[in-house]
């Protein structure tokens, strides 16, 4: 089998899609950002990247909190806009029509369009490169009700998820089997 040699990169498909709410109640931002990942399990934790010129950077530094909103793939024109749009010039939440809705547990206000919200602290911030990591405990999680099934799960069909791979948006949700399952035929029988 022929390999063909890249130049190192960040292509690791595919990463999740968030829109990061960020700064106070009164005046809050939203950052969209590809490079966010699960660290930890319990706790339960995240790591979120972002750039030091970015506005909402200093906004997650200095009060070291956070809320992943989870968008579906029918809000792709407003993750797009709070990607490409910088918060110091331009109010996202009045532009794309979201509410800014009390989070539970931190000061950064839920996108209440979003079926999905982690409410993060940050924990640590290392510095990389051109991003620094923000690693963060999840202290609340809250989702639409019609977004969790009978088993207390979320349901992929119903969130209609988002990745991004190559800078490129990709549809999520296709149930291929559960965890655990598909390996079975593989193992040594016993």
């Not at 809320?67 to 806009?81: F, I, K, R």
């Not at 963060?136 to 979320?154: K, M, S």
């Amino acid at each position: 089998m022929s390999k063909k040699m890249l130049k190192p990169s960040t292509v690791l498909y595919t990463v999740p899609v968030v829109m990061a709410s960020c700064g106070p109640l009164e005046k809050p931002n939203i950052i969209t950002l590809a490079w966010a990942g699960v660290v930890c399990s319990d706790p339960p934790m995240v790591s979120v990247s972002i750039r030091p010129t970015r506005y909402s950077y200093q906004l997650v530094k200095e009060t070291g909190e956070f809320v992943l909103n989870l968008p579906t793939v029918d809000q792709l024109a407003e993750v797009d806009y709070c990607g490409a749009k910088s918060g110091r010039h331009v109010d996202k939440f009045a532009a794309c029509q979201f509410t800014a809705l009390a989070a539970s547990m931190v000061k950064a206000p839920l996108i209440a369009e979003c079926p999905i919200h982690l409410e993060c602290r940050v924990t640590q911030v290392l510095a990389l490169g051109t991003h620094d990591l923000f690693l963060a405990r999840i202290v609340a999680l809250q989702a639409d009700e019609d977004a969790v099934n009978e088993e207390g799960d979320i349901d992929a069909a119903k969130v209609k998820p988002v990745g991004c791979l190559n800078r490129s948006y990709y549809r999520l949700g296709e149930l291929v089997g559960p965890w655990g399952s598909l390996g079975k035929r593989l193992l040594p029988s016993s």
